[in-house]
């Protein structure tokens, strides 16, 4: 059975508003909300992994963000009085603090107010730097700063940290094409381009970068 690693304190997260939240462990294929469900309560990810997929209308599911410990989500529509535009779906065995919008509403502490404005406002800036991106950048230059970002060198605090790496591919290449806002022809063409050019090797769902520093080179050339 998988374990869960609980972080040993919310020190991200006001006192006050800890205390509004719901503590929930989901298992492994938990449906936290379903699409057009009322999107009366949001969510803080204390531990686990958790998919937010949209159902198109022919029954296809796509994945579009994948949740890690320390982030929300369902914030960004809590208080737009619409249902969620995405499903949430546990992938990892999770611990959820689940905040009720009623719940936040009726609270008189102004932390909390000022918390969730803070939070918003946040997310604002990270979606217009997100449009600046897809208005902006070239197909290559998006897909090598996503390739950049599964560097196993990131973590060490640096992109393209080793001289090469070798990694899978996070997700499906239609998820991925769907991610970086274009079509999945146009990731087949930029990778066929970019593996050409000697900046990857694609094999299956594994990528080979032979130079990170070349790579990260190719961004700051387009």
């Not at 529509?77 to 969620?84: D, E, N, P, Q, S």
């Not at 599964?150 to 499906?172: D, N, S, Y």
Request: aromatic share 6%; net charge neutral.
């Amino acid at each position: 059975m998988a374990t869960l690693r609980i972080p040993e304190s919310n020190d991200t997260l006001p006192p006050a508003l800890v205390g509004l939240g719901h503590r929930r462990d989901a298992t492994l294929g938990t449906l936290l909300f379903l699409q057009d469900d009322p999107a009366d309560k949001c969510f803080y990810l204390e531990a686990g992994e958790i998919a937010l997929r949209r159902v198109s209308r022919s029954g296809e599911e796509v994945e579009v963000a994948r949740i890690e410990p320390g982030e929300w989500f369902g914030e960004a529509i809590l208080f737009a009085g619409r249902g969620f535009p995405v499903q949430a779906v546990v992938v990892r065995p999770s611990r959820v603090l689940e905040f009720r919008r009623a719940t936040i509403l009726s609270s008189l502490d102004p932390e909390v107010s000022l918390f969730f404005l803070s939070l918003l406002a946040r997310k604002c800036l990270a979606l217009n730097h997100r449009i600046e991106e897809l208005t902006v950048m070239g197909a290559r230059e998006r897909v090598a700063r996503f390739l950049l970002g599964q560097c196993p060198g990131l973590e060490a605090g640096c992109p393209g940290g080793l001289g090469a790496c070798r990694f899978p591919l996070p997700k499906k290449k239609v998820e991925i094409a769907m991610e970086l806002g274009m079509a999945p022809e146009t990731l087949s063409r930029a990778l066929g381009q970019m593996e050409r050019d000697g900046y990857l090797r694609v094999t299956g769902s594994q990528v080979e970068v032979p130079s990170c520093e070349r790579l990260k080179n190719l961004v700051a050339d387009e």
